[in-house]
C-alpha cells in the first residue's frame, strides 16, 4: 500500500463517507491524518475506525459498533451522579451535587438549566464538559461513551465542548493582553500553524462577538468594561469552533444594560455556527428568552431535575410547584399588575441542607401541597403532556 498520507497520484484522497454516520465523525471532521485500506482519509488507525471495523464485521456476518444516541444529540447524560464527600476527616458524608440526571442536548438547540444556588446546575454543567468526572452514570459525546474514548477521541471531546464562566473578572488572566488569552487555546490544540493564521483567527472571531480587533487585541482585561470581558471569554469559547457550549449564567455580573446585548450576541453566534447551549440561569424569563420557543428548559432542585420539557409551556403553565414558586418570584415591572399578582406561600424560604436532603420528595419540605406520601418516598419523573415532572400530584 502507497503511504496513506500522500494520497493517490490522482490527488488526494476523498474524505470518508460515513462522516456523518460514524460516531467518531466528529474527529475525522476536523483531523485528517491518513487514509485507512477503504481509500478514506481517516483519523484514526484504520483498525480502529469504526467504519472499518463495521466494514470487516459486516463481511464476517458479525453487527458493527452501535450509536447510542440519534445524530441529532450532541451529548447526553445517562443516570449522571456527581458525589462530593464532605466533613471531618473522621465523618466524611456524600453530598449529591448531581443525583441520576438524564438529560439529552440536541443539534443547535439550547437547554436551559433553571434552579436556585446550590441546585447543582454548575456541577452538571461542569461535568459535561470534562471539568468533573461522573461518580456513577455516562455522558455521551455524540453517541459514543465518554469513559470509553481513546485519547485521540477524549481531546476533540474536550475541545468541542467549552465553558463560558459567570464571572468575566476572574475568568481572564490579568497579565495577559486579549490577544495572548485568545492565543492559548489555539497554541495549546496546535489549532493554527503560524503567526498569520494564528492572528487571522483571532482578528476574526473577536469581529464575530462585536470587537474591534485592532483596539482590543493590545488591551489588558482590567482595561475592559464587563461586556467587553465577557465578549473575549465568549470569543476565547468560539475559538475552538466547539459544537457544545455551556453557559454558566454569563451576564449575572453585568450590568442590566450589557445583558441582553450578551444574551443576543450569543443567540446570534448559535445561529451562525448552529451550536448546542446549555444555558446555565436562575431566572425563568432569561431561560425562555434563550430557549425560545423551540427550547426546552429543565428545573433543577437540591441535584435533581423537577419538571423538564419545552421552554415555552414550563413558563405559560408550569405544572411543579417548584417552577411555580420560581415562576411567582420573578418580579413584576408594572406596578398595578404587581399587586395583584399572586405570590406562592413556600412552608419555608431557606432550602434544606442538601446533606441532610429529605427522604421523600426534596421539596417536601418547602411545598404548600405536601401530602404524607411526599415525606415519604420520592417522586419519579412522569410525563405529562409534553413534559416531564417529578410530583406526586400528577
Ligand atoms: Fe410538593 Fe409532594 Fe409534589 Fe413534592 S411531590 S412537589 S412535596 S406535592
Same mark, same amino acid.
Given at each position: 500500500? !502507497?503511504? =496513506?498520507?500522500?494520497?493517490?497520484?490522482?490527488?488526494?484522497?476523498?474524505?470518508?463517507?460515513?462522516?456523518?454516520? #460514524?460516531?467518531?465523525?466528529y474527529v475525522c471532521s476536523i483531523t485528517q491524518r491518513?487514509? @485507512?485500506?477503504?481509500?478514506?482519509?481517516?483519523v484514526?488507525?484504520?483498525?480502529?475506525? =469504526?467504519?472499518?471495523?463495521?466494514? +470487516?464485521?459486516?463481511?464476517?456476518?458479525?453487527?458493527?459498533?452501535?450509536?447510542?444516541?440519534?445524530?441529532?444529540?450532541?451529548?447526553?447524560?445517562?443516570?449522571?451522579?456527581?458525589?462530593?464527600?464532605?466533613?471531618?476527616?473522621?465523618?466524611?458524608?456524600?453530598?449529591?451535587?448531581?443525583?441520576?440526571?438524564?438529560? #439529552?442536548? @440536541?443539534?443547535?438547540?439550547?437547554?436551559?438549566?433553571?434552579?436556585? !444556588?446550590?441546585?447543582?446546575?454548575?456541577?452538571?454543567?461542569?461535568?459535561?464538559?470534562?471539568?468533573?468526572?461522573?461518580? #456513577?452514570?455516562?455522558?455521551?459525546?455524540?453517541?459514543?461513551?465518554?469513559?470509553?474514548?481513546?485519547?485521540e477521541?477524549y481531546r476533540v471531546y474536550r475541545l468541542k465542548s467549552q465553558?463560558?464562566?459567570?464571572? =468575566?473578572?476572574?475568568?481572564? @488572566?490579568?497579565?495577559?493582553?486579549?490577544y495572548d488569552i485568545l492565543a492559548v487555546p489555539l497554541r495549546a490544540n496546535k489549532l493554527v500553524h503560524s503567526k498569520a493564521e494564528e492572528e487571522k483567527a483571532i482578528f476574526e472571531t473577536l469581529?464575530s462577538?462585536?470587537? @474591534?480587533?485592532?483596539?482590543?487585541?493590545?488591551?489588558?482585561?482590567?482595561?475592559?468594561?464587563?461586556?467587553?470581558?465577557?465578549?473575549?471569554?465568549?470569543a476565547r469559547a468560539l475559538l475552538v469552533k466547539p459544537e457544545?457550549?455551556?453557559?454558566?449564567?454569563?451576564?449575572?455580573?453585568?450590568?442590566?444594560?450589557?445583558?441582553?446585548?450578551?444574551?443576543?450576541?450569543?443567540?446570534?453566534?448559535?445561529?451562525?455556527m448552529?451550536?448546542?447551549? +446549555?444555558?446555565?440561569?436562575?431566572?425563568?424569563?432569561?431561560?425562555?428568552?434563550?430557549?425560545?420557543?423551540?427550547?426546552?428548559?429543565?428545573?433543577?432542585?437540591?441535584?435533581?431535575?423537577?419538571?423538564?420539557?419545552?421552554?415555552?409551556?414550563?413558563?405559560?403553565?408550569? +405544572?411543579?410547584?417548584?417552577?411555580?414558586?420560581?415562576?411567582?418570584?420573578?418580579?413584576?415591572?408594572?406596578?398595578?399588575?404587581?399587586?395583584?399578582?399572586?405570590?406562592?406561600?413556600?412552608?419555608?424560604?431557606?432550602?434544606?441542607?442538601?446533606?441532610?436532603?429529605?427522604?421523600?420528595?426534596?421539596?417536601?419540605?418547602?411545598?404548600?401541597?405536601?401530602?404524607?406520601?411526599?415525606?415519604?418516598?420520592?417522586?419519579? +419523573?412522569?410525563?405529562?403532556?409534553?413534559?416531564?415532572?417529578?410530583?406526586?400530584?400528577?
Amino acid at each position: 500500500m !502507497s503511504n =496513506p498520507s500522500q494520497g493517490s497520484p490522482r490527488g488526494p484522497a476523498p474524505v470518508c463517507p460515513y462522516l456523518q454516520r #460514524t460516531p467518531q465523525g466528529y474527529v475525522c471532521s476536523i483531523t485528517q491524518r491518513s487514509v @485507512n485500506p477503504l481509500g478514506w482519509y481517516c483519523v484514526f488507525d484504520y483498525m480502529n475506525c =469504526p467504519i472499518y471495523i463495521g466494514h +470487516l464485521s459486516r463481511m464476517a456476518g458479525v453487527k458493527g459498533p452501535e450509536r447510542k444516541y440519534s445524530e441529532d444529540v450532541v451529548i447526553a447524560a445517562e443516570d449522571l451522579s456527581v458525589v462530593f464527600k464532605v466533613g471531618s476527616m473522621f465523618s466524611k458524608k456524600d453530598l449529591y451535587a448531581v443525583d441520576h440526571i438524564n438529560i #439529552t442536548v @440536541n443539534k443547535g438547540e439550547t437547554l436551559a438549566v433553571v434552579g436556585e !444556588s446550590g441546585s447543582g446546575k454548575t456541577t452538571l454543567g461542569k461535568t459535561l464538559v470534562g471539568l468533573y468526572k461522573p461518580t #456513577t452514570g455516562r455522558i455521551y459525546f455524540h453517541g459514543r461513551d465518554v469513559s470509553t474514548m481513546t485519547d485521540e477521541e477524549y481531546r476533540v471531546y474536550r475541545l468541542k465542548s467549552q465553558y463560558i464562566h459567570q464571572d =468575566p473578572y476572574s475568568s481572564l @488572566n490579568p497579565y495577559k493582553t486579549v490577544y495572548d488569552i485568545l492565543a492559548v487555546p489555539l497554541r495549546a490544540n496546535k489549532l493554527v500553524h503560524s503567526k498569520a493564521e494564528e492572528e487571522k483567527a483571532i482578528f476574526e472571531t473577536l469581529e464575530s462577538v462585536g470587537l @474591534n480587533p485592532k483596539a482590543y487585541i493590545n488591551k489588558y482585561p482590567f482595561e475592559l468594561s464587563g461586556g467587553e470581558r465577557q465578549r473575549v471569554s465568549i470569543a476565547r469559547a468560539l475559538l475552538v469552533k466547539p459544537e457544545f457550549v455551556v453557559a454558566d449564567e454569563p451576564v449575572t455580573m453585568l450590568d442590566a444594560s450589557l445583558r441582553l446585548e450578551v444574551l443576543d450576541l450569543l443567540l446570534s453566534v448559535q445561529k451562525e455556527m448552529n451550536l448546542s447551549i +446549555l444555558f446555565i440561569t436562575h431566572d425563568l424569563g432569561m431561560a425562555y428568552y434563550m430557549a425560545g420557543e423551540r427550547g426546552r428548559a429543565a428545573v433543577m432542585y437540591l441535584g435533581s431535575i423537577m419538571e423538564f420539557g419545552p421552554a415555552k409551556e414550563m413558563l405559560e403553565s408550569p +405544572l411543579h410547584p417548584y417552577t411555580q414558586a420560581l415562576l411567582s418570584a420573578i418580579p413584576e415591572p408594572d406596578p398595578t399588575k404587581s399587586r395583584s399578582k399572586k405570590v406562592m406561600k413556600l412552608r419555608s424560604l431557606d432550602p434544606p441542607n442538601p446533606l441532610r436532603a429529605p427522604p421523600g420528595c426534596k421539596f417536601s419540605d418547602r411545598c404548600p401541597f405536601a401530602m404524607d406520601r411526599c415525606f415519604k418516598e420520592r417522586p419519579p +419523573l412522569k410525563k405529562v403532556g409534553n413534559t416531564w415532572v417529578a410530583c406526586w400530584l400528577y
